[in-house]
């Protein structure tokens, strides 16, 4: 017979919604489908000694494959509004409140059955979700139906690797817009009893934390107790994560378990019975699953919990892979898309990994004592989320396995000091904080344990993100570890798992030189990388993407393995060239070795450079520069001295040379007279083998007249493109200068470079009208072909020397 039939039908249900999200036609699915019955017809009709009359369950699983399809199908299918506006528009609308969340400043509502009338048109809407975000929180409930006024957006899609999809994110949340508020006004005042109840006990007891304890431990306590992280800082939220014990401040089912056990103990205790026990106990944990917002995690667990009450119930053995089978098939029926979401892969796979290895390592070494039981629970959870953790968070934190032996055997009394605390002060202040004594020496030890992993060697490893192959490869081999051990005892089995994390963390070759052009928003950001290795950053900085080098350059650097900067190279030190450079440099996760600026009048006692490689002609760092350069000059040399980065100064006639790779800087020239910052903007001529391309930063029409003649004169004497002579034939790339601006790349610079593809960097719908038709229309006549970031997304180009291939991160 075979055992866990919800497993099975799981797995089902999950195959039909990765082929929905694969995007495979309807009449397609039947294979898959026919392949199953198949299966299940050859399995219960033609080998009847492996199976019984119990497993004709295996006639379901095609029909759960193909609801698995049309659910994740449905929940994909954009709503009909989408084409009724671009990014945004004015609206009205009318919806009832689900859930509400405070945020430092003001609230979010989340809204259901929406009606929305766009300003300018006469259609109404039926939205079934839309996310309002108000500036003040006014006194709405749960259940008020409300009318709001004010901006509606669509969910921005990911533009680069490794960065936000903000798009994904709502959307795995079934929620499909989100709107700005100007004004909220009461329409219905009907509110659900329940949830005001609730909403006052999590606010008495938020306002308990916030009396009884300092502000940083009131925000760790308010997100692990009640699940609001409004107080919780970012400072603490980051030192977490990079020891590996965020799940800490998740409401998990550590949270629900422990609560939902004591309070069933208690009740039974009170000689209540075991019917009335099991009752009272269920509906306790499902209400303080809705004062907690219900998230996947605590989602998981109440189902779980729930399962395991009612298994004692009717006298039936607890099966925990059947529980959450039964769980993740709850989930994934009303959103699909949460397959997608991390938190309910790490929080599935945690409970998974713990399940399936936990019994092979007690079977291959026994656990003698609650250590080594403790450290094979850590262990088997790291396992089955390590893939999760690397293809979203791209780091592993070295030390979490000892770390979370250390201080989750805490977690218990942290909580219930915790809970018992914030009751107490409800009622006595002092009481509460007496009680509160426990809980604040307990989040001061986990913060100096914290800090001191961040101090040990290697606390962080970048690897990047592994692609799927990889991964599907990993659990294979996770997979074949398991199917051994249930038969054998021999030791040797655990190499298996060696080599499963070796193929993981294994780190990807690299091929050739590759460049990418991000998209920052109204701004630039280049990244090249050598076949050695070596790292360039060409400008960083975007005017309309707020923090830009935390939130998209930091994130691709990570995503690729990359944890430093051997050359940050500024063309000009405008904001939109160098605001995400600057948040790097302050990064502790980025490493910025050295800082490249060009060489403008007023900065004469720097000395000259040649081959930045070698290290020659270094700036002494002693004089700063013409401040009619920009503030951010300044800035940028004194951050450079603070955080010990190397700063060099670069003008025409300077180059990097490494490998096959050649960097030489056309401009600007000795002794040039700029007349404006744009003017003086630095000129790179890249040249990989039969590669070509030429970076232009914001050069405008008088630095490229000035350019123009000076190579025109260079070329009567040299003819070598390491030399910085401009190719015959013309360049294979060009970053089109000044986002696009019509007053740049003019003609007789574009009858100079001649590039077969043009690369333009600015924003969608910005302030400026980049790029410019005139620009495009000069782009075209001279036959090259044009990609744009808020358009293409990144664009990447890879490049042996001999061939190259490019390729955008959004497939148009």
Not at 67 to 95: V, W
Not at 179 to 191: P, R
Not at 514 to 539: P, Y
Request: proline share 4%; charged share 20%.
């Amino acid at each position: 017979m075979i055992k866990r039939p919800l497993l099975w039908g799981i797995g089902a249900f999950i195959g039909g919604i990765l082929l929905a999200w694969k995007k495979v036609p309807p009449p397609f699915l039947m294979i898959p489908a026919f392949l199953d019955w198949l299966l299940t017809y050859l399995l219960i009709y033609r080998l009847k000694k492996f199976l019984n009359r119990k497993d004709n369950f295996l006639w379901i699983l095609p029909f759960l494959m193909v609801l698995g399809f049309l659910a994740m199908k449905d929940q994909m299918k954009p709503p009909d509004m989408d084409r009724a506006f671009d990014d945004k528009a004015s609206c009205k609308l009318t919806g009832k409140i689900d859930m509400t969340v405070k945020k430092p400043k003001g609230c979010v509502y989340y809204l259901k059955d929406n009606r929305v009338a766009l300003f300018g048109g006469d259609k109404i809407y039926s939205v079934e979700n839309i996310i309002v975000f108000a500036e003040n929180s006014g006194d709405y409930q749960v259940g008020n139906k409300i009318t709001v006024t004010g901006t509606i957006y669509k969910f921005s899609e990911n533009t680069n690797p490794g960065g936000f999809n903000e798009l994904l994110y709502y959307k795995i949340r079934n929620i499909s817009y989100k709107v700005y508020s100007e004004k909220i006004s009461l329409t219905d005042s009907g509110y659900s009893k329940i949830h005001k109840m609730l909403n006052k006990i999590k606010e008495r007891l938020a306002n308990s934390y916030m009396r009884i304890l300092p502000q940083k431990e009131a925000g760790i306590i308010m997100a692990m107790v009640l699940g609001e992280k409004y107080m919780l800082e970012d400072e603490i939220k980051n030192l977490y994560q990079d020891n590996g014990i965020s799940h800490i401040l998740a409401i998990s089912g550590l949270h629900i378990s422990m609560i939902g056990a004591a309070v069933y103990h208690i009740l039974r205790k009170m000689k209540l019975g075991l019917y009335v026990s099991t009752v009272m106990s269920l509906i306790f944990i499902f209400g303080y699953g809705m004062l907690t917002n219900f998230d996947v995690s605590t989602n998981r667990a109440v189902v779980m919990y729930s399962v395991m009450l009612i298994a004692n119930l009717i006298g039936k053995t607890f099966d925990l892979l059947s529980a959450l089978s039964l769980s993740a098939f709850i989930i994934l029926l009303k959103s699909p898309m949460q397959i997608f979401n991390a938190g309910f892969l790490l929080s599935f796979g945690a409970v998974l990994g713990i399940a399936l290895m936990v019994p092979r390592f007690n079977r291959l070494f026994e656990a003698k004592n609650s250590l080594v039981s403790g450290l094979y629970v850590s262990i088997a959870a790291q396992i089955f989320t390590l893939p999760v953790v690397l293809y979203y968070f791209f780091q592993i934190p070295v030390y979490s396995v000892l770390i979370n032996i250390l201080l989750v055997p805490l977690a218990s009394l942290l909580l219930f000091s915790s809970l018992a605390a914030g009751m107490a002060g409800t009622v006595s202040l002092p009481a509460g904080i007496f009680l509160a004594g426990v809980a604040n020496y307990i989040l001061r030890f986990y913060e100096t344990v914290c800090r001191m992993g961040l101090k040990l060697p290697k606390n962080l490893i970048t690897v990047g993100r592994p692609d799927i192959l990889r991964i599907i490869l990993y659990f294979l081999l996770v997979l074949i570890f398991v199917i051994l051990t249930d038969k054998t005892r021999k030791k040797r089995v655990m190499l298996i798992l060696a080599v499963a994390v070796q193929i993981l963390l294994f780190p990807k070759p690299r091929d050739g030189f590759t460049v990418t052009f991000l998209d920052v928003g109204q701004g630039d950001a280049i990244f090249m990388e050598t076949k050695e290795g070596t790292t360039f950053l060409i400008d960083g900085g975007s005017m309309d993407v707020e923090g830009v080098g935390l939130y998209r350059i930091k994130p691709f650097l990570l995503s690729r393995g990359i944890d430093h900067i051997d050359y940050a190279i500024v063309t000009h030190p405008d904001t939109d060239h160098v605001s995400g450079l600057m948040e790097l440099i302050q990064d502790p996760k980025i490493k910025v070795s050295n800082l490249v600026l060009p060489r403008i009048n007023g900065n004469k006692e720097n000395q000259e450079i040649r081959n930045l490689l070698d290290n020659e002609g270094k700036g002494t760092g002693v004089d700063k520069a013409d401040m009619s350069a920009g503030d951010n000059y300044g800035k940028l040399e004194m951050l450079a001295e603070t955080y010990r980065v190397n700063t060099f100064y670069i003008k025409a006639g300077d180059y990097i040379k490494e490998g096959m790779l050649n960097i030489a800087c056309l401009h600007p020239f000795e002794e040039y007279d700029y007349v404006s910052d744009n003017s003086y903007s630095v000129v790179l001529s890249v040249n990989y083998g039969n590669f070509d391309m030429l970076l232009t930063g914001d050069l405008d029409a008088e630095g490229e007249e000035t350019l123009v003649s000076k190579l025109a004169e260079k070329r009567k004497t040299e003819n070598s493109k390491e030399n910085g002579i401009v190719p015959s034939d013309g360049y294979d790339v060009l970053k089109v200068a000044h986002h696009g601006s019509k007053y740049s790349t003019g003609w007789e610079f574009l009858r100079m470079a001649k590039p077969k593809i043009s690369v333009i960097s600015c924003g969608k719908n910005n302030r400026y009208g980049h790029p410019h038709q005139e620009l495009k229309d000069r782009l075209a006549q001279i036959g090259s072909e044009i990609l744009i970031s808020y358009v293409n997304g990144a664009v990447t180009i890879r490049t042996d020397g001999v061939r190259y291939r490019i390729s955008s991160w959004l497939r148009m």
